[in-house]
Every structure is written in C-alpha cells, then in structure tokens.
C-alpha cells in the first residue's frame, strides 16, 4: 500500500506544481516580476554542472521546478495515507516543501535566509508555496486512501478535572 500511496502522490505532486506554476505565472503578469532561475542555478551547484547564463538554463529551471514538486508529491501521498490529511496535512507539507527549497538554496550557496528578503518577495513565495501543498494535498487526499481506522477522540486536558 505504501508504494501505492507514493506513486499516487507523484501524480498528487504533478497537479500542485501545475497549480503553482500557473500562479506565479498570473502573478508575473500582474506585478512584472522577472522569471527566477534559483532552482537552475541551485540544481547547477548540487550536480557540479558549470555555470551558464540565465537563458541557457531554461530546461535546468524546468527540471528543478518540477522535479522537486513531483518528487516531494510522494511524500504528501504517504502523509495522506497515514491519516495527515485535510487542510492541516497540507500545512504540515507547505512547511516541508519551504524547508526542502531553503536547504538546497542555502546549502549551495546560491539562496539567502528568507528573512532577509524583501516583504513582498517573502510573501510572494508563500502564496506560492501555500498553492503547491494544498493543490498537491487536495489530490493526494482525493487519490491516497487514508488509514482504515483513525484513532479514536480523546479527551480534553480539562475533561472530568475537578476544580
């Protein structure tokens, strides 16, 4: 079943990275932002590939985009399968999914802590990362099925305390 749910959320991953890069590109239009090659420019630095201008490294660009999002697309398919569902299963993964791009940026060298970026930019990203992990949570919940028996309720902490 596990397996399953993997490949299931390769596809779920497929759909969210779609939904994002369409986003970005609405976005684009809207505020004349300029494409970003930081994942051409991190996935160079990971496979020790020399450097080439921006305009070469469109496909590099591409693969890093997509690969990244399918790929980490199995890892919201098995959270779907093991019960983390719903809207709080894809805040759980739109975390993974920032804290996957910041350490490859960052260890590489090619990005900055995100701190340091401008508000704009910083909130720009979380948009866009929100759109992936709900978009890839949707279809991972639609296309995983969860667990046969969730656990059950429990109680509160100030259930059947006495005063």
Do not use: C
């Not at 948009?127 to 656990?151: E, N, Q, S, W």
Request: neutral net charge; aromatic residues 8%.
């Amino acid at each position: 079943m596990t397996g399953s749910a993997a490949l299931r959320g390769l596809a779920a991953g497929v759909a969210g990275v779609a939904a994002m890069t369409i986003a970005e590109k609405v976005e684009q239009v809207l505020t004349d932002r300029p494409n970003s090659y930081v994942p051409a420019h991190t996935l160079e630095r990971l496979l020790g590939l020399p450097h080439k201008p921006d305009e070469q490294r469109l496909w590099l660009n591409w693969t890093m985009h997509w690969g990244q999002g399918i790929l980490l697309g199995a890892i919201r398919g098995l959270m779907a399968e093991r019960g983390f569902r719903g809207p709080v299963g894809s805040f759980l993964f739109m975390n993974l999914r920032l804290l996957n791009d910041q350490t490859l940026e960052n260890a590489t060298g090619v990005g900055a802590p995100p701190w340091t970026w401008p508000y704009d930019e910083q909130v720009i990203d979380l948009v866009h990362k929100g759109i992936y992990a709900f978009a890839t949570g949707a279809a991972a919940d639609r296309l995983v099925a969860g667990p046969l028996r969730l656990p059950d309720p429990r109680a509160g902490w100030t259930v059947g305390q006495k005063a």
